[in-house]
């Protein structure tokens, strides 16, 4: 449904882009959805983006998720399911909007999300209503779990960019740690429905198929080598170089790629 061809150049490309956002999200415990996808975006279609990083996101989770503790994972299991549950659902729906987009707009929305996402994961400067959203939308009730994790979803299973998911996690005042934990976990959850509905609609057949698979390896190579750098890394030079390499995708593909 989403040509592509599969030429070594490709191939490359694709290792190379996934080996880098494994690193990011190695380092920052976060990132390797939005920065692969955005990259990918900038020279395949972004529907095609969107569905290669699959199986690499699913892979990079899992190792992300080994660091959550047993009675740490329990506890938020607990406290979140309502929020994970009703994302799952957002996120097969947000996939079947894949098919129903047009590329350019989808490739300006992926950028407007990957900007989004800077703003919101920035620091420096006070962005406009976030207090509000904080505590109008973030709050601990079942309700707004479920609101907040429909419209989640819905939005990360359209673009793979999850700047809400990482919001709402940040706003629960989690230590980095079990942060890291809890976010990988629940792309974890959302994104093996996300493969189950994209095989159930068609989407990984041929090169497509194939690509994501090869992207698995560098991936998680990148995702070692970033948790081994982690330690030596100060956090506001983790965050900005982040920031900056997003800044630059997004503003790449709200131009048109």
């Known amino acids: 449904m989403f040509p592509v061809a599969l030429d070594p150049s490709t191939v490359a490309g694709v290792a190379a882009v996934l080996f880098v956002g494994g690193l990011v999200a190695g380092v920052n415990g976060f990132g390797f959805a939005a920065v692969g996808t955005a990259a990918l975006a900038t020279w395949l279609d972004p529907r095609t983006a969107v569905i290669v990083m699959l199986l690499p996101l699913l892979a ?72 509000f959203v904080r505590r109008r939308c973030f709050a601990e009730s079942t309700r707004a779990k479920v609101g907040l994790g429909v419209v989640s979803g819905a939005l990360f299973g359209a673009s793979n960019v999850g700047v809400q998911v990482v919001a709402y996690l940040r706003s629960r005042d989690l230590d980095r740690g079990t942060f890291v934990g809890v976010l990988a976990s629940v792309f974890l959850g959302i994104t093996t429905l996300r493969i189950g509905a994209a095989a159930w609609l068609g989407f990984y057949r041929g090169d497509v198929a194939a690509l994501s698979v ?15 750098l982690r330690p030596a890394i100060a956090d506001a030079t983790k965050r900005t170089a982040a920031l900056t390499l997003l800044t630059g995708l997004g503003l790449k593909l709200v131009s048109g790629g």
């Open 60 to 131: 990079a989770n899992l190792s992300l998720a080994a660091e959550l503790r047993g009675d740490d994972l329990r506890a938020c299991t607990r406290r979140f399911w309502p929020y994970v549950l009703a994302a799952v659902v957002g996120a097969v729906a947000g996939m079947t909007i894949l098919v129903r987009v047009p590329t350019r707009p989808l490739t300006v929305a992926l950028g407007a999300f990957t900007l989004t996402y800077v703003a919101v994961s920035q620091r420096r400067l006070p962005v406009p209503g976030r207090a």
């Open 214 to 228: 090869v992207g698995v390896a560098p991936g998680l190579l990148g995702v070692v080598a970033g948790k081994r």
